[in-house]
């Protein structure tokens, strides 16, 4: 039956044919191992731990054991496995065969760092008699591990900014922008959505883009419209491939970046390695910039040799205005690095009084103007446009078209029948969207 269960949740997550059914047993590491004819690392084992009274998976190489001191350095308790009899019954498979696939809810699934020493790695199926191959993305994938936390930070922030009672959690399937069939199936983010929140008196629209590389399309979409970019790490895996991916396309469209480094609250994790990392690696503009320039002059120093215009300012005057730093952010010239932990709430409100102190009002032209980003449809069916508003004002029953930018037979117009401002899977009706501002139109 366990079996059956795994099955039928890995299908559904696209890996049901990764399954491999053995004729001999595979209840331990060196039996899955010659049952495979791989080495005994390459089997992931699957560790079961009671934490008071939430049950927790930690899938480590098969020739791995269990750090005391780090598992409780990272979860603040002793380390205490699931009784051997209990385990089918809390978890939902049996020794031999226990897996993060088809697992009771309420489950977390951590993936060890000795993982890392293989590509690929064989996790069991439900029983005793199976596997599944799988990459280590994959088996993030799969098993609804903790990423990077780009839609846990976006929860974090509309927690702190009172849009929502509780930050709901990717993992447990119930978070405000994740709200997607589909999306809360895999545990990942597959459709751009948006929020609006207000931080002090900053108002915010938040797109929360697709981080899957599957879904790197709908991304690269939003990057057009957007006046800045939140861009995640992951404070223990610093710059992986996706992260350079990421700021090549953000330096493409031009698009202005504040960084936040996450799970900082990990043992391992470096708060200046990671900032060496990122220096080198993406640019070395990258930095923490204090709240009170003034107070700490070796901050203005260093945010001196970001730019000539920053420099003459400096030397001129021996400091640098707060609203020199904004241009130099607007420029692309300076990006502000902000470490913290978002499933803690850690770092959160110093991360949004940065954007609410270090960002700019654009300016947009008096002539009416727009981009489409996303044409999607509401739950009934209705065709809806998304697009941002690059000049004077939409109104709604307004006739818009791509007469200004389309070639030949591909003009079009159409009246704008409703003007919906999203947040979440909800909107609100508006009459009206100032330059600016995102709306999705239907028409």
Same mark, same amino acid.
């Given at each position: 039956m366990s079996l059956e269960r795994a099955k039928k949740y890995l299908k559904d997550k696209g890996f049901g044919d990764n399954i491999i059914e053995l004729e001999d047993s595979s209840a331990t590491v060196e039996l899955a191992a010659q049952a495979l004819g791989v080495e005994p690392g390459m089997i992931a084992k699957t560790m079961s731990f009671m934490q008071g009274d939430k049950p927790v998976l930690i899938l480590m190489e098969g020739t791995a054991k269990i750090d005391n001191r780090k598992y409780k350095d990272t979860f603040h308790v002793?380390?205490?496995?699931?009784?051997?009899?209990?385990?089918?019954?809390?978890v939902g498979h049996a020794p031999g065969g226990v897996c993060p696939f088809g697992i009771?809810?309420?489950?977390?699934?951590? *993936? !060890?760092?000795? /993982?890392?020493?293989? $590509?690929?790695?064989?996790?069991?199926? =439900?029983?005793? &008699?199976?596997?599944?191959? @799988?990459?280590?993305?994959?088996?993030?994938?799969?098993a609804g591990a903790v990423d990077a936390g780009k839609t846990t930070l976006a929860e974090g922030i509309l927690h702190a900014c009172g849009t929502i009672r509780k930050a709901g959690r990717v993992d447990h399937k119930d978070a405000f922008l994740d709200?997607?069939?589909?999306?809360?199936?895999?545990?990942?983010?597959?459709?751009?959505?948006?929020?609006?929140?207000?931080?002090?008196?900053?108002?915010?629209?938040?797109?929360?883009?697709?981080?899957?590389?599957?879904?790197?399309?709908?991304?690269?979409?939003?990057?057009?419209? *957007? !006046?800045?970019? /939140?861009?995640?790490? $992951?404070?223990?895996?610093?710059?992986? =491939?996706?992260? &350079?991916?990421?700021?090549? @396309?953000?330096?493409?469209?031009?698009?202005?970046?504040?960084?936040?480094?996450?799970?900082?609250?990990?043992?391992?994790?470096?708060?200046?390695?990671?900032?060496?990392?990122?220096?080198?690696?993406?640019?070395n503009n990258i930095m923490e910039i204090p709240s009170d320039i003034a107070s700490e002059p070796e901050a203005a120093e260093e945010l001196a040799m970001c730019s000539e215009q920053?420099?003459?300012?400096?030397?001129?005057?021996?400091?640098?205005?707060?609203?020199?730093?904004?241009?130099?952010?607007?420029?692309?010239?300076?990006?502000?690095?902000?470490?913290?932990?978002?499933?803690?709430e850690e770092g959160i409100t110093e991360l949004l009084d940065g954007i609410n102190s270090m960002t700019e009002n654009m300016e947009y032209p008096e002539e009416f103007g727009a981009r489409v980003y996303k044409i999607g449809r509401d739950a009934s069916g209705v065709r809806l446009t998304y697009m941002k508003v690059t000049g004077g004002t939409l109104r709604v029953k307004m006739m818009v078209g791509n007469s200004c930018s389309a070639d030949g037979d591909n003009v079009w117009e159409e009246k704008a029948d409703q003007l919906r401002l999203y947040n979440g899977a909800g909107y609100q009706m508006a009459e009206k969207v100032e330059a600016g501002d995102i709306c999705a139109v239907t028409g």
């Open positions: 002793k380390a205490k496995m699931i009784p051997f009899d209990e385990v089918e019954g809390i009771n809810d309420g489950i977390e699934v951590y *993936l !060890d760092e000795s /993982l890392k020493r293989f $590509d690929t790695v064989y996790p069991a199926a =439900g029983n005793d &008699h199976s596997a599944v191959r @799988l990459t280590i993305d994959e088996l993030s994938d799969a709200n997607g069939e589909m999306e809360r199936a895999r545990g990942i983010t597959i459709f751009s959505k948006q929020a609006r929140v207000t931080w002090k008196d900053c108002d915010i629209t938040i797109l929360d883009t697709p981080g899957h590389v599957d879904f790197s399309a709908e991304m690269e979409r939003t990057l057009q419209v *957007l !006046d800045y970019a /939140l861009l995640v790490i $992951d404070g223990k895996d610093g710059v992986q =491939g996706d992260v &350079h991916t990421l700021w090549q @396309l953000l330096g493409r469209y031009r698009v202005p970046v504040f960084i936040f480094v996450n799970k900082m609250d990990q043992p391992g994790t470096d708060r200046e390695a990671v900032l060496t990392e990122l220096r080198n690696k993406l640019d920053l420099m003459e300012e400096y030397l001129e005057n021996g400091s640098i205005e707060a609203d020199s730093v904004n241009d130099a952010i607007c420029e692309r010239k300076l990006f502000p690095c902000f470490f913290g932990s978002a499933l803690k």
